[in-house]
């Protein structure tokens, strides 16, 4: 580690929650990590994203894998040896056990693994929402800053537009009309979440558009496209970025409402707006508690980093907010 | 200030063009049109009757003319009758209007008289022990999502313990109560629902009223004020907050999409009957015009409580007055 370098809680949350989300399939699964028969396997790896095609086999997916498999001599399961989809009527509302570590739902699924498997759904709503929203964003900014005149007056009009509209029932009434899947509903998130960041790109552009480096670009015989995209653009974007990531924890928070209310992420994916829903009801407290800590940790992790990224850029706030 | 008002009418009336437009077109280039009523199954489609439907409710006709003549209707205020019941849309709407209107107020009447002494006291006594733990409090109470504290309230609070009513807006009888009695009953019934919906803006809030508060007391006129031998309280609270009030109403204007959004949520977990608990029956059974008349009333709604926002902004802040300061 660097000297005199420490390292930031939000950072290391946020590692953790990445991690999660990545290697949920390793974390939660009903295969094991390791399978030693015959040869060395990897069955868990297999529904990693990416580097799950190098291992997977044909016919695994339609294997049961809780039973000892053929010529097996030794297993390591995941932490938690359960799929997010094994139904086990067996285990209807099984409260949390050694067996089922935070219970099980009304089809006996295990919560942890839902849980677990929630936060990829969850970070991954976050993280393509952002970008749709970042692309717009910065790119209408862009516009309105750096050409001014009709351009900055229809954008920023069309900003204020946008921030005035209540989002959530435009929301609601489109996604009951697409068919239901996640990264659609990301993008969807994402097509409400600009203005803000529009917002911010065109003040920085606006700031750095009257800089010497720019005027020096200029002199230099640079165009206009070359000035905005390689002068101005790079430098204006951290502000923006720092935004974006309080509008990935809105977003976040967005998609649990809407899979909460059954328009979100369709079953039997889960999500941790969906896993509320469903136990709203059920009288069941770890149905009720443990998906909503997770998601509550999840979206202050990523304002705490967001506060963190602000509170370095701005010294003026770090002073006012020690 | 002509022009600034100018510009605020022009924003306005572009959203409510914007959001009927968007709403309109959004849903009905989608897959699936309404066969009101029709039980299909046991009589078979009967081409006559789906025509005769067709052309009754206008769906033969080209969008753009459906948008015109809808909107014209809007603007007198008729949304058509629901494809559910076939009742008015606008008295179903106006019906659930009251209960969303008296959440919502009450929500906006609790952020301000809390979160502002809140600010003050925190800004006022700025790193005491006061300060740190309301900041936490108020830290935590922003990240908490607010129907999972619905869920948790209903289950404590309601379910367990019994304080309060678990659902709805008035108890089982109580329209043959004395006046004052279905008052106070609907006071209880909404603390709950009220509570889930304030608290995350009050918590933002309060944290903004502190900041704005904070740079209020290291300005200069305050230091003039101190200067002149004025008290704590009266310098905080005529000189640092009558500078720092200002913002509170541009931010008041932004906070009503948030507010109306959370309804949604938080009418269908305590089945108030209000607008979201309407919105969120008719998407189910696609009531196209209700969903739309919704859309528009909403926006209407919001876009009236902003651009009161932004009027009274005008009145409290002297500089925008002055026409050299408008861009």
Redesign the interface.
């Known amino acids: 580690m660097i000297p005199g370098r420490k390292v930031r809680p939000g950072g290391l949350a946020l590692m953790v929650l990445g991690a999660v989300a990545l290697g949920a399939p390793l974390l939660a699964n009903d295969r094991p990590l390791i399978l030693r028969g015959s040869g060395w396997q990897f069955p868990a790896l297999g529904e990693v994203p990416i580097l799950g095609r190098l291992v997977e086999q044909p016919g695994w997916s339609r294997r049961d894998w809780s039973l000892p498999q053929p010529s097996e001599r030794w297993r390591l399961s995941p932490p938690v040896p359960f799929s997010f989809r094994q139904v086990s009527l067996a285990d209807r509302y099984a409260p949390p056990s050694r067996h089922h570590l935070l219970g099980a739902d009304a089809l006996g699924r295990d919560l942890a693994a839902r849980i677990v498997h929630g936060t990829t759904v969850s970070v991954q709503v976050g993280l393509v929402s952002t970008c749709t929203a970042l692309a717009i964003g910065v790119l209408l900014g862009a516009l309105a800053g750096y050409t001014g005149r009709a351009a900055d007056f229809v954008v920023s009009r069309g900003i204020e537009v946008a921030l005035a509209f209540p989002t959530f029932f435009l929301l609601l009434g489109v996604l009951s009309l697409l068919p239901p899947s996640v990264p659609l509903l990301a993008m969807v998130i994402g097509l409400t979440r600009w203005p803000s960041l529009a917002r911010y790109t065109r003040a920085e552009v606006m700031r750095l558009a009257q800089a010497p480096l720019v005027e020096a670009a200029r002199a230099a015989g640079a165009g206009p496209a070359r000035v905005l995209f390689r002068h101005i653009l790079p430098h204006s974007l951290t502000p923006v970025l720092v935004a974006a990531t309080f509008q990935m924890a809105g977003a976040m928070l967005v998609e649990a409402g809407l899979s909460f209310l059954g328009f979100g992420v369709p079953e039997p994916l889960p999500s941790w707006g969906g896993l509320l829903s469903q136990a709203q009801g059920s009288g069941r407290w770890w149905l009720v508690i443990f998906p909503g800590v997770a998601l509550t940790l999840a979206i202050t992790t990523i304002q705490v980093l967001g506060e963190q990224y602000r509170e370095k850029l701005d010294p003026r706030l770090s002073r006012l907010q020690p | 200030m002509i022009a600034y008002l100018f ?1 605020r009418l ?3 009336g ?2 409510l063009v ?2 009927t437009l ?2 309109f077109v ?2 009905h280039l ?1 897959p ?1 049109e309404p066969s009101p009523g029709l039980n299909i199954e046991t009589r078979g489609p009967d081409q006559a009757i789906i025509q005769a439907l067709r052309s009754r409710y206008g769906l033969d006709r080209p969008l753009g003319l459906q948008y015109l003549d809808w909107a014209g209707r809007v603007a007198r205020l008729d949304f058509g009758r629901s494809l559910v019941d076939h009742r008015l849309v606008r008295t179903r709407i106006l019906e659930r209007l009251p209960h969303t209107l008296a959440l919502n107020l009450a929500a906006l009447g609790i952020i301000f008289t809390v979160a502002i002494p809140l600010g003050a006291l925190a800004a006022a006594r700025r ?1 005491s022990t006061v300060d740190q733990a309301t900041g936490f409090a108020l830290y935590a109470l ?4 607010s ?2 504290v619905a ?2 309230l209903q ?1 404590g609070l309601a ?1 367990g313990l019994g304080w309060f009513p678990l659902a709805g807006p008035a108890s089982e009888g109580a329209a043959a109560w004395s006046p004052p009695a279905r008052w106070l009953d609907g006071l209880w019934h909404m603390a709950l629902p009220v509570f889930c919906l304030s608290y995350g803006s009050l918590a933002f809030f309060a944290r903004f009223a502190r ?1 704005n508060l ?2 209020a007391l290291a300005s200069e006129s305050v230091r003039s004020a101190r200067s002149r031998g004025l008290g704590p309280g009266r310098v905080l609270w005529r000189h640092a907050l009558g500078q720092a009030w200002i913002p509170f109403l541009t931010l008041a204007g ?1 906070l009503l ?1 948030t507010l ?3 309804s ?2 938080i009418e ?2 305590f089945a108030w009957p209000g607008m979201g608990a309407l ?2 029956e008719s ?2 059974t ?1 009531d196209y015009p209700t ?1 739309l008349g ?2 528009v009333i ?2 209407t709604l ?2 009236a409580g ?1 651009l009161l926002a932004d009027t009274l902004y005008l009145l409290a802040d002297p500089r925008l007055r002055r026409p050299a300061q408008i861009p």
Not at chain 2, 142 to 145: C, E, I, V
Request: aromatic share 10%.
């Open positions: 510009r022009l924003v306005a572009s959203t914007g959001i968007v709403t959004m849903l989608t699936g790193n922003y990240a908490l999502p129907f999972w869920l948790l289950a379910v900041a904070l740079e932004l999409p109306v959004s959370g949604v949520l269908r977990i919105l969120y998407l189910f696609r969903i919704l859309t909403s926006a919001v876009v902003t």
